[in-house]
């Protein structure tokens, strides 16, 4: 296995320029697909994730074409895929697994999804039960409630309400929202249960305004597409920079010396974003503006007891700051953690520990107390999921070294996340 030896460091200052959003990226290709006309996308993530997006949208027959660098030009096939017959792998990328299950099984063709063994461990069940609400033909080809999927031409009745469940991913919901224009029938779907990780539906919203549908939504409870709704290009679009990826920029200025990332601002569409509130909490002095953020140091980082449901994937960051806060960190209402790309609060305190944390988890939290003095030289697994490889990275300020195991995991949504890091840090 390769690994990466992070040297001793106390200082993080400088200037970082953000890689595009996943979440942004590949919801945005999907619905250029899904448009009519033609859509030019700027500031496109450039890695693993938006790779299989891409190679799975021009085996469905979509022109996609990369006319300059992070900027690619769509043909939209006006929400009928040319090609009918197609078997995708689409990795570990569920921003592409999901979206993609719910526009095929609309689209009256015979389809095989399929991943790496992470993704067939991650459930999907609840979408595929509300595909099959409207009569949707999905089979499972493996294990009862997992990819890999087999999708068939069916006929499809939306008349009737869509329950699905929200508390296991907002993924779900978003790929059913993007997929019923599709019909050209109204239709109304229900979560049951708590919706959780509500700014990721908000993102979907909003691109789905930007690409001409608008969905009318009651609470976070129902969500109403209009009969005869279509996508129509906007004909071009700017990807914001990733908030997620903008946390451990961040959270570097605040343990150590002064940050600016630049990319997204006050007025992003990303919930991630607010992970600069919650760095507020702790302590630090956040600067925004409408396309950049700049953390600073904080003389003393307080530990805090937060609902990170808003904020899930940022959150991880939290967890690192964590070691370097004044007392007990708690960071709540994070289950979905457990169907990421690994069960990210086991492997979370697994990690942790090993740099001399006392850990506490449960179903839905992660309870940190820091050491008095980190262990240096710990060697942290990645379980091949690129935010437990960026998040650990941070360690190495607490003036200790650290190794990182399988660090080339971060190319499914920053590639060159090590080397950016490596030029603010000393």
């Known amino acids: 296995m390769e690994q990466l030896h992070l040297p001793a460091a106390s200082r993080a200052e400088g200037v970082v320029k953000l890689p595009g959003s996943k979440s942004i990226s590949n919801r945005t290709l999907l619905l250029a697909a899904l448009a009519d006309g033609i859509t030019e996308i700027r500031d496109l993530l450039v890695s693993d994730d938006t790779a299989r997006m891409l190679e799975a949208l ?3 027959g979509v022109k996609c074409e990369n006319f300059a660098e992070s900027a690619w030009r769509i043909t939209g096939c006006g929400g009928n895929f040319p090609n009918k017959n197609a078997d995708l792998f689409l990795g570990n990328a ?3 697994f999901r979206p993609l299950t719910a526009a095929l099984a609309l689209s009256d063709g015979h389809y095989v999804l399929s991943g790496v063994p992470r993704m067939h461990e991650r459930p999907i069940a609840d979408l595929v039960d509300a595909l099959r609400q409207i009569g949707a ?3 499972y080809l493996d294990n009862e409630g997992f990819p890999p999927l087999k999708i068939s031409p069916a006929s499809l009745n939306v008349s009737r309400l869509i329950k699905i469940r929200g508390d296991v991913s907002s993924q779900f919901l978003t790929a059913l929202l993007m997929a019923l224009p599709l019909t050209k029938q109204q239709a109304t779907i229900e979560v049951v249960g708590e919706l959780i990780s ?3 539906i ?4 909003n691109l789905m305004a930007k690409f001409g549908v608008i969905v009318q939504r009651e609470d976070w409870q129902r969500f109403t597409i209009n009969a005869n ?5 906007p004909q071009r679009i700017f990807v914001e920079g990733d908030a997620s990826s903008a946390s451990y920029f961040l959270a570097a200025g605040a343990i150590g010396g002064k940050v600016r990332v630049e990319g997204l601002g006050k007025s992003s569409i990303q919930g991630d974003v607010r992970f600069a509130d919650a760095l507020a909490l702790m302590g630090a002095k956040v600067e925004y503006s409408e396309n950049h953020i700049i953390a600073h140091e904080v003389i003393q980082i307080k530990a805090i007891d937060l609902d990170c449901n808003h904020i899930p994937d940022a959150a991880m960051t939290l967890a690192i700051l964590a070691l370097f806060a004044e007392g007990a960190t708690t960071l709540r209402n994070i289950a979905s953690w457990r169907v990421k790309e690994t069960d990210r609060i086991a492997a979370m305190a697994t990690e942790l520990r090993k740099v001399g944390a006392v850990v506490g988890e449960g179903a839905d939290y992660i309870k940190i107390t820091p050491p008095s003095k980190l262990v240096p030289n710990a060697v942290i697994d990645t379980y091949d999921d690129h935010r437990m490889a960026m998040c650990f ?5 607490g003036g200790v070294p650290i190794t990182i195991n399988d660090p080339h995991c971060v190319a499914k949504t920053f590639p060159n996340y090590f080397e950016e890091f490596a030029k603010i840090v000393s």
């Open 58 to 60: 021009e085996k469905l």
């Open 94 to 96: 569920g921003t592409a």
């Open 137 to 139: 033909n999905i089979e």
């Open 198 to 200: 509500k700014p990721y």
């Open 202 to 205: 908000e993102i979907t919203l």
């Open 229 to 233: 709704s279509s996508y129509t290009s």
């Open 393 to 397: 990275s941070l360690v190495s300020l």
